[in-house]
């Protein structure tokens, strides 16, 4: 499994980006996936997931009502769209895919997933 994530750049606080996580290698249709940020000298952090149907969404407190997490199990690509970003979004965003068969879920944590990809900067300028 291969996950390519893009649309990052650099956008003025109060704007909005949309990224994109293009999955191939794989059965797209099979895999939760999870939005991971790392900023500059800290740990990576849940952002967001969604299951493989798109039916449950899950959010860190951090993001919530701001950020849409969704799939297109056709185009094999799951979308973060970002509003009323925040100089705090500053980070670079990861994707990450995890298998539905295997047992439990925590979406939360980042042991949980089995592939993740390069990532994409996203700097919001105050």
């Known amino acids: 499994v291969q996950l390519q994530a893009s649309g990052g750049g650099l956008v003025q606080a109060g704007g909005s980006l949309r990224l994109s996580c293009t999955f191939s290698?794989?059965?797209?249709?099979?895999?939760?996936m999870g939005w991971f940020r790392q900023a500059p000298g800290k740990e990576r952090e849940f952002v967001a997931a969604?299951?493989?149907?798109?039916?449950?969404?899950y959010y860190a407190d951090s993001v919530k009502g701001r950020f849409t997490i969704s799939r297109d199990n056709v185009k094999n690509t799951v979308y973060l769209q970002m509003d009323s970003l925040k100089p705090e979004d500053t980070a670079v965003y990861h994707c990450?895919?995890?298998?539905?068969?295997?047992?439990?879920?925590?979406?939360?944590?980042?042991?949980?997933?089995?592939?993740g990809g390069q990532g994409t900067q996203v700097t919001v300028s105050s």
């Open positions: 969604i299951i493989r149907g798109g039916g449950s969404t």
């Open positions: 990450a895919a995890r298998n539905y068969k295997r047992n439990g879920y925590s979406p939360a944590s980042l042991n949980e997933y089995d592939y």
């Open positions: 290698g794989g059965t797209f249709s099979n895999y939760n």
